[in-house]
C-alpha cells in the first residue's frame, strides 16, 4: 500500500540497536520490492526470520491449463464444485479456473484453517464472496467478512482462520497489485477524483505474537512449492513500520462513476496487476440522459479477455443467459458480447442497479484450468441466438 503505517513497537531511528527486555537485540528484516527501489517495510522479529530447519520439495497438484478452444464466450458455475474433504483450506483447497503467464485465478470454499504460507512469486488478492474469518499474517491480524478484499504482498507469510465457511476467488498475480496510479498523486496519496481513498482502507492493527518451534510454512516460488521448516514460528513482530503491508478494502466502499449515459468499463477499475485489471461493479444509479440505455452496448474488447465473477443482486444485461449469483462468464478476445436478447428494451426507463460483481480483466489469453471444466455450461455460448449445438 502506498502509505505509511506503523504498528507496534519500533526504535525511533532505523537500522540502530532496538534490544528486547532481556537486553538481546531484535532481528531486523526489510521487505522491500523492486530491488529495494520502491514500497517498503521494516520489521522487528524476536527470532531471526532466517532460521530454517528444513526444506522439502512439495508436489504440485494444480494440472494443466488448456486454451479456450473452440474460442467461444463460456458460463462457469462455482456453487456446482465440490471437494473430497469437509476440512478445505484457503490454500491447498484453492482450485484454478483460469490462468495465463501473469494471473492464476482460483477458487476454494474454505472451511478450516490453512497453513502457514507464503507466496514469494507474485502478490494475490483474496475477494470474499461469503463468509467471514480472519487473515493471520506477520504484520498483525486483518478480520475480513463478505465483500473484501485482501492484498497480500509478496513474500507476506500468513494463514486464513475461517469463523464461517468463506467461498473465496484468489488471484495469484506474477508481479505486484496495487491501486490504479491514475488515481493517484506522485507521492502516493489517493486523489480526489478516485472512487476510494486511504480512510476505506485497512490494515493491520497490532502485532500478532504466536510462540512455536519447529513451524512449518509452505512457500510457493518461481520453481514450484518447498515446505520449510523454521526455528521459531514467524508470527514473532512485535513491531514494523512501511509503506509495504497486507490490507482490506470492502467493495460496499467502492463510490460508482456514474453519466448521463452508459459509462465504459474503466469506471469500475479498483486494482491494477501486472497486465490485467480488476473491477467492481456496485449497486448505482444509471445513466440519466431522458433516451439512455443502461445496459452495456455491445462491445468488443479487442485487447483482453474479460472474466465477470457474479456475486449479489441481479444483472440486468445477462437475465435469461442462466448467470446467477456465483457464476463466472469468460468473454474472450475475438468474441463481440453484450446483453442478452430482450435486455434492452427492458432497461429502458430504469434508473437503479441491484447489483456487485468482480471482473477480471487480462491482456493475455485466459486458459481453463480444472475447476472451469468441471463447472461449465455448455449452453451459455448459443444463449444470444438462443439455438445451438447443445440447445438444439
Known amino acids: 500500500m502506498a502509505y505509511y503505517r506503523q504498528v507496534g513497537e519500533i526504535p525511533r531511528k532505523r537500522h540502530t540497536q532496538f534490544r528486547t527486555p532481556e537486553g538481546g537485540l531484535y532481528a531486523e528484516e526489510l521487505m522491500g520490492v523492486e530491488g529495494f527501489s520502491a514500497d517498503s517495510a521494516l520489521l522487528y522479529h524476536r527470532h531471526l526470520p532466517t532460521a530454517i530447519v528444513d526444506a522439502v520439495t512439495v508436489e504440485e497438484a494444480r494440472g494443466a491449463l488448456a486454451p479456450n478452444l473452440p474460442l467461444k464466450p463460456r458460463h462457469f458455475r462455482t456453487p456446482a464444485l465440490t471437494w473430497d474433504s469437509s476440512d478445505v483450506d484457503a490454500v491447498t483447497g484453492r482450485r484454478v479456473l483460469f490462468g495465463n503467464a501473469d494471473v492464476v485465478i482460483a477458487f476454494v470454499t474454505a472451511t478450516a ?68 496510479k491514475r488515481y493517484l498523486s506522485g507521492k502516493g496519496q489517493f486523489l480526489e477524483h478516485s472512487p476510494y481513498c486511504e480512510r476505506d482502507v485497512r490494515g493491520p492493527l497490532e502485532p500478532l505474537i504466536v510462540d512455536g518451534e519447529d513451524v512449518d510454512v509452505l512457500v510457493r516460488h518461481r520453481a514450484g512449492l518447498t515446505r520449510f521448516t523454521y526455528a521459531n514460528h514467524p508470527f514473532d513482530v512485535v513491531g514494523w513500520d512501511g509503506c509495504l503491508y497486507p490490507w482490506a478494502f470492502n467493495i460496499r466502499d467502492f463510490e460508482p462513476i456514474t453519466g448521463r449515459v452508459h459509462q465504459p468499463p474503466p469506471v469500475h477499475q479498483t486494482f491494477e496487476g501486472p497486465n490485467f485489471v480488476v473491477c467492481s461493479f456496485v449497486p448505482r444509479k444509471v445513466d440519466y440522459h431522458p433516451l439512455s440505455i443502461p445496459v452495456p452496448y455491445n462491445h468488443a474488447n479487442v485487447d483482453s479477455d474479460e472474466l465477470m465473477f457474479y456475486v449479489g443482486g441481479d444483472y440486468e444485461a445477462r437475465k435469461g443467459s442462466g448467470i446467477g449469483i456465483g457464476s463466472l462468464s469468460l468473454h474472450p478476445s ?11 428494451e427492458a432497461s429502458l426507463g430504469v434508473d437503479y442497479f441491484d447489483e456487485t460483481a468482480v471482473m477480471v480483466d487480462t491482456f493475455r489469453p485466459l486458459e481453463l484450468g480444472e475447476a472451469a471444466v468441471a463447472s461449465e455450461d455448455p449452453k451459455y455460448a448459443w444463449s444470444w441466438a438462443r439455438r445451438g449445438p447443445d440447445l438444439d
Open 113 to 180: 484453517p490453512s497453513p502457514l504460507y507464503r507466496n514469494a512469486a507474485g502478490d494475490e488478492l483474496l475477494y470474499v464472496q461469503s463468509g467471514e474469518g480472519v487473515v493471520e499474517t506477520i504484520y498483525g491480524a486483518l478480520p475480513v467478512a463478505e465483500g473484501d478484499y485482501v492484498v497480500l504482498p509478496t513474500s507476506c507469510t500468513y494463514r486464513v482462520v475461517p469463523g464461517r465457511p468463506m467461498n473465496l476467488l484468489v488471484l495469484e498475480a506474477g508481479g505486484h497489485i496495487g491501486p490504479p
Open 334 to 344: 475475438g468474441c463481440t458480447h453484450g446483453p442478452q436478447p430482450g435486455a434492452v
